[in-house]
């Protein structure tokens, strides 16, 4: 069962979520950027177990990263484009390496590297209309978060004092 704290919490969230996934939606239309892609930079954002503004950081460098190694698998693969067995061992190799990164702090954070990565094979390699969005949409999942569970905080100092 959930608690009426976690409940206050969880609607905080929802509220904030919901008002900035909607702004998110016009600003990326306005901008012309891909809306998907922003979705992807909020729910890294959401996801790291760190937060605040190390979050942030660490949300930040693993995307990039993934965005870099993207584009290494995919130069990788062009070298011999009608050999899959080059491109499954350049995949092979550079998801290692995606992961073997994690030993420094700003690049920690795995599945971060991975969304990056795979917004730009869903892109079909079109990092310049990838990374504005992603970085953009963390901004904004950072917002999210942290503006709900400023409004949850307030919330539950009011409940208090009453």
Not at 16 to 22: F, H, I, K, N
Not at 112 to 127: H, L, Q, S, V
Request: glycine share 12%; net charge positive.
């Amino acid at each position: 069962m959930i608690s009426p704290m976690n409940m206050n919490k969880l609607l905080a969230l929802a509220l904030t979520t919901g008002v900035l996934s909607a702004l998110w939606g016009w600003v990326a239309v306005a901008l012309g950027l891909l809306n998907w892609a922003g979705f992807l930079g909020c729910t890294a954002y959401f996801a790291c177990p760190q937060e605040r503004l190390k979050g942030l950081a660490i949300s930040a460098c693993t995307l990039m990263s993934g965005v870099l190694w993207a584009r290494v698998i995919i130069a990788g693969s062009a070298v011999a484009p009608h050999s899959d067995i080059l491109g499954y061992g350049v995949t092979g190799v550079v998801a290692f390496l995606m992961c073997l990164q994690s030993r420094q702090l700003l690049l920690s954070f795995v599945p971060g590297t991975f969304i990056g990565a795979c917004a730009i094979f869903a892109a079909g390699g079109e990092w310049r209309a990838v990374v504005p969005a992603l970085l953009l949409g963390l901004l904004f999942g950072f917002a999210m978060k942290n503006s709900g569970l400023w409004l949850a905080a307030r919330g539950s100092k009011t409940v208090v004092s009453e």
